[in-house]
């Protein structure tokens, strides 16, 4: 069985904003591909663009529908930078396997961006560079030693000090600058990709529930609540943190999370429309829009009852606008759109991607952090590999 939850509340900005519609049919019978993916949000748009690429068939079902789910409520800053900075994930897990794990994430996003202008997906994108401001996670000279570990992992990073930040983005703090980061709509790309993947002959169901995964020697028979059965040889939980029973989540735990979008307003941003976050817990993050919103949240806590979740909506937006507003005062931070949700995370900030322990046909995808749209091109990159025969030099370090 799957876990079910109230995965969001609040009017996201991406509603302001029109995604293409995605053509999706009633499972009225029982049908066969080579892998059933469950999940249309941006990890199973992902997967089934690499996998109906890769020429397999692929068959898609969300007991929601396509872009439904936890994908509209991201902030939608891609970034290669892992929330577990490079110095205190080295701590966690070696500094040979953390360098990997960064190198892996800034391949992804390059991945993702060539995968995006290939199929020439309308989503807004840009390139933006991004300034990690110091905090109370890492101070400036933290942060100086974080720039120096990072050009020994070959990741390009300037540390610039307070008053260089000060006069270049009129923000009162020392802050390491990269390059080669996304901002885009995720509606937007979820469904292109979905769009792409149908045009090879993927086919997409909703509303279906997946309620039973019988495995076998050849393949999976996925049970579905209305009594059609999808036989696959492989299956992708794309799900988001609505886990499945038989699905570890050791070291697994919930977040919640709080945004906020403001009016447009071009003339108030700051240079090169950086993205935004803080060296801090909880952090501050924010970008802008292709069309001069400005978008912010934070306020992470590690609780994941909704309703608690939902009625600190207020408060939430409230505090995180005093704190925009305090490192840019010319920034109108009213709130347009203000929403709550919900997303996994673990222990060392890495996914989980990989075949679920004792059930080497079943693939799934948990612990998206707060870089799910990085780690959903990561796990599409594996899944798909592992499901061709390739050995994928970076699988140990995402494992179950």
Known sequence: MQRKLDLRTGRTVWSAYRAPAVPQEA???DLSA??????????????????????LSVVA?????????????TTAL??????????????????????????????AVGN????????????????????????DVLGAEALEEEAELRGAAGLAASFLPRAAVRETYGMDRAALRSQGNLALDPRKLTAGLLLRARERGARFFSPVEAVRFASHADGVAVETKAGPVLSARYVLLATGYELMDFVPAKNHRIISTWAFATARQP????????????A???????????????????????????AQRDALIAEKTERIAGKLKALLPAVDTRPTFAWSGSFGTTTTGLPYVGAVPRRPRIFAVMGYGGNGITYAEIAAELVTAAILGHADPDADLFAF
């Open 27 to 29: 499972l009225a019978r």
């Open 34 to 55: 080579d892998v059933v993916v469950v999940g249309m949000g941006i990890g199973g748009a992902l997967a089934a663009d690499a996998l109906s690429l890769a020429g």
């Open 61 to 73: 079902i969300d007991r929601r529908g396509a872009v439904k789910g936890s994908t509209a409520a």
């Open 78 to 107: 891609v970034q290669y930078e892992i929330d577990q900075p490079l110095c205190l994930l080295s701590r966690r897990i070696g500094k040979e396997r953390a360098m990997r794990a960064w190198r892996r994430s800034r391949l």
């Open 112 to 135: 993702l961006k060539a995968r995006i202008l290939e199929r020439q997906i309308a989503c807004d994108l840009a390139e933006r560079p991004s300034l990690y401001l110091a905090g």
């Open 267 to 278: 003339a108030a941003l700051w240079k090169d429309r950086a993205l935004v976050w803080e």
């Open 280 to 306: 801090s817990d909880p952090y501050l993050y924010f970008r802008a829009t292709h069309d001069g919103r400005v978008i912010c949240g934070g306020e992470d806590e590690d609780f994941s009852d909704e």
